[in-house]
């Protein structure tokens, strides 16, 4: 192995372009973005969607009228959100299917049990801030084999399926602001060379989700489909911080430092990058409050957000894939 590398400095600025702004912003909810909104006949899937804000994301889209599958673990829990989600929305097609990140089988299953086209596919689960270094069952540091590595497994199992999508199919990968926290460390992302902490794990999970985005926009442009990352926001009400310091979380939420969202705000980003048709045609970029992110040089103090030059690189983009690509073998 070689040094450690950093890569923080890409060659050219990843953001060529004018920033996309819509009219939606951190208070919009899930259903105010699918207002008006008709997705009669596709078909979507939302990973971790029987949980936060995974079950506002499934919500909207079915109000919307895709047909959704809800891809998680436990099926009892599955079971009363698609329970909810057809009285809710009066839309029967929603339907589960087992899926469990860190099992390759699993994965594999799904992959090959779906049949016919896939329009929407929504990366939304996750884990956080496992407290001491856990190895999954291949044997990757956990948020990085879950929240990576099982995504781009399923992603390229369903390849097919969204390329066969008629009117172009759309990724959307569940990122965070605490990417901004931690680069990918290619040589070492399973900690074996480094000291382990929580945030570091959890923050080049984070990055990897952005990058994955930003490189399968540019692979798979020809197939019509279209990648995306999304910040969704800091949110109590989800499962996705039971692993953090309670004590610090309470003092979190009295300090007033964050404005926190609910589970129907957090999943609007998602279901923009999913479902509106303001995002015709858009790929390989990052957003966060319903807006694309600006590109900032270091990371902010206090709440701020945006995406580091870093996470859109190219270069490390594609480097990813092709360290993934030999992960996953």
Same mark, same amino acid.
């Given at each position: 192995m070689g040094p450690m590398t950093d @890569? !923080?400095? @890409?060659?050219?600025?990843?953001?060529?372009? =004018?920033? &996309?702004?819509?009219?939606?912003?951190?208070? !919009? !909810?899930?259903?105010?973005?699918?207002?008006?909104? =008709?997705?009669?006949?596709?078909? %979507?899937?939302?990973? #971790?969607?029987? $949980?936060?804000?995974? +079950?506002?994301?499934?919500?909207?889209?079915?109000?919307a009228g895709a047909a959704?599958?809800? %891809?998680?673990?436990?099926?009892?829990?599955?079971? +009363?959100?698609?329970?909810d989600v057809k009285e809710s929305t009066g839309n029967e097609a929603v339907g589960f299917a087992r899926l469990?990140?860190?099992?390759?089988?699993?994965?594999?299953?799904?992959?090959? %049990?779906?049949? #016919?086209?896939?329009?929407?596919?929504? =990366?939304?689960?996750? +884990? *956080?801030?496992?407290?001491?270094?856990?190895?999954?069952p291949d044997g990757h540091e956990m948020q990085f084999a879950t929240n990576h590595l099982g995504h781009f497994r399923l992603a390229l199992g369903l390849h097919d399926a969204l390329a066969a999508a008629p009117d172009g199919a759309r990724l959307v990968s569940l990122s965070s602001r605490a990417h901004l926290n931690s680069p990918l460390i290619f040589d070492d992302v399973d900690f074996r060379f480094r000291p382990y902490?929580?945030?570091?794990? /959890?923050?080049? $999970?984070k990055t990897a989700n952005v990058l994955f985005a930003v490189e399968?926009?540019?692979r798979w442009a020809d197939d019509g489909i279209v990648a995306? %990352?999304?910040?969704?926001?800091?949110?109590?009400?989800? #499962?996705?911080?039971?692993? *953090?310091?309670? =004590? &610090?979380?309470?003092?979190?939420?009295?300090?007033?430092? /964050?404005?926190?969202k609910t589970p129907e705000q957090g999943a609007s980003t998602s279901v923009l990058l999913a479902a509106s048709p303001l995002l015709d045609g858009i790929s390989g970029r990052y957003f966060e409050d319903c807006n694309e992110a600006v590109l900032v040089d270091r990371a902010p103090e206090g709440t701020g957000g945006g995406v580091a030059p870093y996470a859109l690189d190219p270069t490390n983009a594609e480097r990813l894939w092709d360290l993934s690509l030999a992960l996953i073998a």
């Open positions: @890569p !923080t400095s @890409p060659t050219a600025s990843p953001q060529d372009h =004018d920033l &996309l702004t819509t009219p939606f912003g951190a208070t !919009t !909810t899930a259903l105010e973005v699918v207002e008006g909104v =008709d997705l009669t006949g596709r078909r %979507a899937v939302v990973t #971790g969607g029987a $949980s936060g804000i995974g +079950v506002e994301t499934v919500r909207a889209l079915a109000q959704v599958t809800v %891809a998680a673990r436990k099926p009892d829990a599955a079971a +009363v959100v698609i329970a469990e990140l860190t099992d390759r089988a699993s994965i594999d299953a799904f992959a090959a %049990a779906w049949e #016919g086209p896939l329009d929407i596919l929504v =990366d939304n689960a996750g +884990v *956080m801030a496992l407290p001491e270094l856990t190895l999954a902490t929580p945030e570091s794990a /959890y923050a080049q $999970s399968a926009a540019r995306n %990352a999304v910040h969704p926001g800091p949110i109590l009400d989800t #499962g996705l911080s039971r692993h *953090m310091d309670q =004590d &610090l979380l309470a003092k979190l939420v009295d300090s007033g430092a /964050y404005t926190f």
